[in-house]
């Protein structure tokens, strides 16, 4: 079974005070009474889908078991890191790593939504470690440095034969790429790719890898191991390790759609 969800079907909750919520997928095992399509990932922890009303603002929180990637599909608005206002639009991306107290504000008149990506919990022993630290620093955080980029930062190449490709965010440490490139602990990579009208990229599948396809504008076709799906804006498709998939796009128009790619432990 292809594990694909979209918001329109999506019962949403409130969180954070303000933030609405569709939940997409999370870990195998975190809920006993998941449904198989929801409780699918293995290498990270959650994605959701998160709108904010003009005008309102969410609490400021903090996590000291995993860390976490906004990324902006609608509007503009303020994050607070830390103290540290750091103004976001659509199209980028902010890694907010464990231990940092964070708060959305939407002071514009428009609708604000992003997507966030919770990455794989820490050890144990790191988390105990996060909590004494989160006790320590108190409200203030803990000043770590945040990455902070629009996928139009990124210079595009050619992926799968076909798709247009922008890196966003890399592995932390990878080579020749600055920390603002290259942030993240808890995903493997997030990228964005388009698919122009008329062409499919190459079917392929990754050894040790899962990736959820987050599709953000168009329509077209995705292959996931035996079956092939429609897929249009504001459906997220989970490929994991070892199955073939492709996307196909059969429109009109350009098919975009963010790929966040995770290790399988």
Not at 21 to 28: A, D, E, S
Not at 164 to 191: C, D, H, Q, R, Y
Not at 227 to 232: L, P, W
Request: charged share 20%; proline share 6%; aromatic share 8%.
């Amino acid at each position: 079974m292809v594990a694909v969800r979209n918001w329109r079907t999506i019962v949403p909750n409130i969180a954070h005070e303000t933030a609405i919520v569709w939940p997409y997928f999370h870990m195998v095992g975190l809920r006993e009474d998941a449904p198989k399509d929801v409780a699918v990932l293995q290498g990270f922890q959650a994605l959701t889908v998160h709108q904010i009303q003009p005008g309102k603002s969410g609490d400021n929180h903090v996590h000291f078991d995993r860390e976490q990637v906004y990324y902006f599909t609608r509007g503009s608005g303020k994050l607070n890191i830390d103290e540290v206002i750091y103004p976001v639009k659509k199209g980028d991306a902010v890694c907010i790593p464990t231990t940092c107290y964070h708060q959305m504000i939407n002071d514009t008149d428009e609708w604000l939504e992003h997507l966030i990506i919770n990455g794989l919990p820490q050890p144990q022993a790191q988390q105990d470690k996060n909590k004494e630290a989160i006790a320590a620093n108190g409200a203030h955080g803990s000043k770590l440095p945040i990455a902070h980029r629009s996928w139009l930062d990124s210079q595009p190449h050619i992926s799968h034969g076909a798709a247009l490709l922008w890196s966003i965010f890399a592995p932390k440490g990878a080579a020749g790429k600055s920390f603002n490139e290259a942030p993240v602990e808890g995903i493997k990579k997030l990228t964005i790719h388009r698919l122009q009208p008329s062409l499919e990229t190459g079917v392929h599948a990754h050894d040790n890898m899962e990736q959820v396809y987050f599709f953000t504008q168009g329509r077209g076709k995705m292959i996931v191991g035996d079956e092939t799906i429609d897929v249009r804006d504001g459906d997220a498709v989970y490929g994991p390790p070892k199955v073939p998939h492709g996307l196909i796009n059969d429109s009109d128009d350009w098919v975009e759609h963010l790929i966040m790619s995770a290790n399988v432990p």
